[in-house]
Nanobody
Framework: QVQLVESGGGLVQAGGSLRLSCVAS????????MGWYRQAPGKQRELVAT????????NYADSVKGRFTISRDNAKNTFYLQMNSLKPEDTAVYYC???????????????????WGQGTQVTVSS
């Protein structure tokens, strides 16, 4: 059974930090590349960070580079998004899911037909 459970969101002031977590079912976690997406009201879902199975390679959207860090704990089928220096424009619902290896660089939409979890709301006040 597919499982994607995001947590860790909340309300934070600009400049603050949050750490998001995603527990994924093992069948998903074995997929080569996983990523964090976000969707703000009225906007398309955006891929902001990806990480390979080994955790040895990561990629970030320009909008979050230097502020966000993606990591994974394979023993726990969990991966994380550490978000620092948050800005009001980071406000969105954040989701974890499978991603294309070049998804960030090529700004590719997610693969079709994916199951999506409920996401976790991040709100950054100015």
């Amino acid at each position: 059974q597919v499982q994607l459970v995001e947590s860790g969101g909340g309300l934070v002031q600009a400049g603050g930090s949050l750490r998001l977590s995603c527990v994924a079912s093992r069948s998903i976690f074995r997929i080569n590349v996983m990523g964090w997406y976000r969707q703000a009201p009225g906007k398309q879902r955006e891929l902001v960070a990806t990480i390979t199975t080994s955790g040895g390679s990561t990629n970030y959207a320009d909008s979050v580079k230097g502020r966000f860090t993606i990591s994974r704990d394979n023993a726990k089928n969990t991966f994380y998004l550490q978000m620092n220096s948050l800005k009001p424009e980071d406000t969105a619902v954040y989701y974890c899911n499978i991603a294309y290896p070049d998804g960030v660089v090529a700004k590719r939409p997610p693969p079709e037909g994916l199951y999506w979890g409920q996401g976790t709301q991040v709100t950054v006040s100015s």
